[in-house]
């Protein structure tokens, strides 16, 4: 993948100035997302899934059915689990159609620019009851246009040699989204206590028509993006034997992530219920939002990004960089204390009681610093190595594999009632091991083969074993 002649040549903190206009498009985009989402499933068992209220959603009936004729009979707690697991999945899902109609007709900056427009009458949409599910619809399809499409888009900013500074633009990508992820739930949770939940939602639309503006702004910083229907290219080289098995290479590493991926968006599922109905969230300035766990999470990823920024190119510097696989393990390590720490404020608080707010501070803290070892690694890794031709669509995969999670967390979560809140969580701890251990397990194996197709060393000359104890 190489940058073009017609994106901007300025820079931004050593990188193109491009980097900066996508990152605070995602920022904004990511404080209506994470505002809302921090809402969702709360404002679903506290208020519109009641009785008296269920009853105003336009479709409710037919959507309800459907859904337990896929997954059962489903309690209020379960239900509202499932689907804000299915809503937080097919945002993820739609990407990889988001990415073909990129690559193949309109370009990634009309593609973007629709999904946001989509996902900006989706938000202005969820403050009425009654069109709570056409607002969720929006909201997927609008996203389906923007995600993997604005990933892409700062992978097409380097020239294909240069890895590590692509890695580091990533970082600087993935702190935009911390920064709307971490300002949209505190504010919107805060308006959601204060005044209601509607005007948490609407706060949300009114973030979307900024990030519209950044994005069109910072239209000419980016790198061309003429769909391929248009480039006088000649006919296209097909991707022969080396990038399949180049494309199920990363579609492996997508895979052995999937654990930890499932314990981190139970935090914003589950954990928020819990957190409503297990922990004693009096302070001495008031009752803490439960939504506000969601921004430390940000918060803390956010602070953790520009040590990481200086610290990986230090070590890399010495030869003492670990491998990307090696910091995805590493994140998967990071997650099991994170839901380690629900289980301990689930034994703490037992049967009727409520547990400190230490608890899910830690909770939110692991959570927020394992996002920063693995996704913006992954993002990064997957730009890198995927074949030019389907560029986009493999970034998009990326984000199906969060379909999967959201889905799968949505799944889990019936488990939450029957198990009780301490094994639910511990089960969490089991699939971040597991995820650990199978990254550490196939990465000798994973790195020689890409290397072999690249055709080149792997990236970085330590070897497994030693990049664990650095």
Known sequence: MTATASASQRQFLGQPVGVAYLAMTEAWERFSFYGMRGLLVLYMVQELLLPGRIENVAGMDAYRSVVESIFGPLSTQAFASQTFGLYSGFVYFTPMFGGLIADRWLGARKTVLTGIVLMTLGHAAMVWDVSFLAALLLLVLGSGLLKGNVAAQVGRLYP??????????????????N??????????????????WHYGFGLAGVMMLLSAAVYVAGWKHFADDTPLHKRETGPAAPLGRAGWAMIALLLLVLFLNLGQNLAYDQGANVGMIWVADN??????????????????????????????????????????????LTKMAMGGLVMALSSLALAGGAMQAGDGGKASLLWPTLAFFFSGASF????????????????????????????????????????????????????????????????????????????GRMAALDGQPSRHSDDLEEAVVH
């Open 160 to 177: 294909a040699a240069e890895e590590a500074r692509r890695a580091r633009g990533y970082t600087i990508f993935s702190t935009g989204i």
């Open 179 to 196: 920064i709307g992820a971490m300002l949209g739930p505190f504010v919107c949770g805060l308006l959601a206590q204060a005044w209601g």
């Open 279 to 324: 922990v004693a969230t009096a302070s001495p300035l008031g009752d803490v939002p439960v939504p506000w766990f969601n921004s430390e999470d940000a918060l803390v990823s956010i602070l953790i990004a520009p040590f990481l920024i200086w610290f990986w190119p230090r070590v890399g510097r010495a030869g003492q960089e670990p491998h990307d």
């Open 372 to 447: 920063m070892f693995q996704w913006p690694v992954l993002l990064s890794f997957v730009s890198r190595h995927a074949p030019a031709k389907v560029n986009a669509l493999m970034m998009a995969s990326v984000y199906l594999s969060a379909f999967v999670t959201g889905i799968g967390s949505g799944w889990l979560a019936r488990f939450y009632e029957p198990l009780g809140p301490a094994m639910f969580w511990m089960l969490h701890v089991g699939l971040c091991l597991a995820s650990t251990v199978l990254i550490l397990a196939l990465a000798p194996w994973i790195r």
